[in-house]
């Protein structure tokens, strides 16, 4: 079975900095990969998403996330973080070869960007 | 236009009486959804609805029933409420793309509490 592993709990990055958030993964085959962001009392917002193709992936609010398969990670990031960037963001995975419609999540990074 | 909508969006109730969430969206989505946000936010889904068939049925207590009248709508009932089932619970859907790479859209959520 699928599964997401979001190692840190919070991340902290003062503004103007780069940002990471990491994600790693485990599928029989091969994955797709996609990043939700969740701000307060709000439902999650998909940011980005890995099919095929280019290892590294650009979504929105200038997001962008890089695969890496022998490393099975696809981290978040972020050339300059935004205070407004701070929200609960959330890594998922499907495995398209064991159940094409079950999106697996992991557990969130806070992510906490100071003026 | 909200794209998925949920109602309602906050629910108190006692212990032992039954409740429905009830969820709509206009993207003419084939796959609906109802994940399950716990109060450490993790996010596990419960079922899935594909064209008005179930396709995914986690291990969830026979108390919660899901009903898709169409594929625009995928109604959440719960009977007999217990404490541990307050939690926010989110309404989804996705477009029926080749293998699954579709993204899920999210609706607001409605939070449960129970007494």
């Known amino acids: 079975a699928q599964s997401v592993a979001q190692p840190e709990d919070q991340v902290n990055v003062a503004e103007g900095n780069p940002l990471t958030v990491k994600c790693t993964y485990s599928v029989s085959g091969n994955p797709y990969l996609f990043w939700y962001v969740q701000y307060p009392n709000r439902g999650l917002q998909f940011l980005l998403k890995y099919i095929t193709g280019d290892n590294l992936v650009k979504g929105s609010y200038g997001f962008e996330a890089e695969f890496n398969k022998s490393q099975t990670s696809f981290h978040l990031k972020k050339p300059s973080a935004l205070v407004s960037d701070s929200a609960l963001y959330f890594c998922?995975?499907?495995?398209?070869?064991?159940?094409?419609?079950?999106?697996?999540f992991g557990t969130g990074t806070r992510l906490l960007v100071s003026p | 236009d909200t794209a998925v909508s949920q109602t309602p969006k906050y629910l108190v109730t006692q212990m032992g009486n039954d409740k429905s969430i009830k969820c709509e969206q206009n993207l003419g989505h084939d796959t609906m959804y109802w994940y399950k946000q716990d109060s450490k936010k993790f996010l596990k889904i419960m079922f899935s609805?594909?064209?008005?068939?179930?396709?995914i049925n986690e291990t969830v207590p026979n108390r919660f029933s899901p009903k898709s009248p169409d594929k625009a709508h995928l109604n959440l009932h719960i009977n007999s409420l217990e404490l541990g089932d307050s939690a926010v619970y989110f309404c989804a859907s996705s477009p029926r793309t080749s293998g699954g790479a579709g993204e899920l859209f999210f609706g607001e959520g409605s939070r449960l509490t129970v007494l």
């Open positions: 609805y594909n064209n008005k068939e179930l396709i």
């Open positions: 998922a995975v499907r495995d398209p070869n064991t159940g094409f419609q079950k999106l697996v």
